[in-house]
């Protein structure tokens, strides 16, 4: 069955042209169009050249945006001992020991990024079934298994964001809030590409930039020029 198209979506689509348009100009599009009832975020939709079936052509990583992500980030940490005292005094909203573990498995989530000592790593794996569908599981990979509390805490609360490509090689991820400059968005987008670019999968071959649009939460896909975005120095993004 189709989905039927709000009249509000009909209206933004007549706005976009079936064609890549440049960085800035699709980004001062997106927030033309970003007219919902509430504050949309600004979203980037990445098809890859890879198949992510393969252990050698799977992307997880994190970026750091420049301009922030515009949320406040609640931050909670499983460690033990000092650590505890360590996290509180970083500015962690959460943090706790086995204590932890058990609200999270009665249900307890009022937190959007799980940061672990190596050392609690064992216990925190039981978790595993009720975190990970919800991208909440803590990894090496994605910063969030780490001794180094204070960096974590900071660095996530300050626009660091994990990412991966999902099973038919797409990226989905958020770079900021559609009421952002589209400078300061274009900003964040070039870090996205960077650090895409940075983490190629080593079995990645042939093209491996397919096509990238960008949207509000709500609005229309618009489909942007990738070479030119990847062109870019970062002064002219700024």
Known sequence: MTRKLSRRLQELQKKVEDRPYQPLEALTLLKETATAKFPESAEAHIRLGIDPKYTDQQLRTTVSLPKGTGQVIRVAVIARGEKVTEATNAGADIVGSEELITEIQNGMMDFDKLIATPDMMPQVA?????????????????????FDLPQA???FKAGKLEFRADRTGIVHVMFGKAS????DLLVNLKSLQETIDRNRPSGAKGRYWRTMYVSATMGPSIQVEISTLRDMKVGEAA
Do not use: C, D, Y
């Open 180 to 183: 952002f400059a589209a400078e």
């Open 126 to 146: 039981k978790l595993g079934r009720l975190l990970g569908p919800r991208g909440l599981m803590p990894s090496p990979k994605g910063g969030t298994v780490t």
């Open 153 to 155: 805490i900071e660095e």
